[in-house]
């Protein structure tokens, strides 16, 4: 595969987002609740006792930045992620069935939905604060997670599978 100058720039912007996200977003949030590990990241999902014991230990100043600075992150990450990756894996799957490219990029897909609906759940959960979520609420957020969570373990398995085929095609 040989990268365009487009999608070497999309890759970086992506790099950049999810750079900021990983090191600096989520850690200041994981500080801002005691330690404790923000929804978002929790792949296995969350019960409503572990949404609330979370939502009470934020601070306020937390909650302010898990809702503004991180949200508005978190509004273009994924899509970036699904541009990035389902590029990728629609040109490293050439010459495969148009069917089975089109799952790949599909399972990408639910994983950007998946993570665009988590932040909107996951929003109204700030929103409402410890002594206001419900547990449907909170029982589709983690759903969402899930989801996502899984979507992209099989996303970047089939990407990290296509590309180390591709590098054993290159070297031939």
């Known amino acids: 595969m040989n990268a365009t100058p487009g999608y070497r720039a999309l890759l970086a912007l992506t790099a950049v987002v999810y750079g900021v996200l990983l090191f600096w977003s989520f850690p200041t949030i994981e500080a801002a609740a005691g330690g404790l590990t923000p929804l978002d990241l929790r792949a296995f999902g969350y019960d409503e006792a572990a949404a609330h ?3 009470t230990a934020l601070t306020d100043e937390g909650r302010a930045f898990y809702a503004g600075v991180h949200g508005a992150l978190d509004a273009v990450a994924p899509g970036l992620l699904f541009a990035t990756v389902g590029i990728a894996l629609w040109a490293l799957s050439e010459g495969w069935q148009r069917a089975t490219r089109i799952m790949l990029v599909v399972v990408a897909a639910i994983a950007m939905g998946a993570d665009m609906f988590e932040n909107m759940r996951i929003r109204d959960l700030l929103v ?6 419900t547990a ?5 957020a983690s759903l969402m997670t899930v989801i996502k969570s899984a979507a ?3 996303s970047f398995a089939a990407l990290v599978g296509l590309l180390a085929a591709h590098l054993v095609r290159e070297r031939g």
């Open 53 to 55: 014991a979370f939502l």
């Open 136 to 140: 449907e609420l909170v029982a589709t």
């Open 128 to 133: 409402l604060g410890p002594d206001r979520i």
């Open 152 to 154: 992209l373990l099989v």
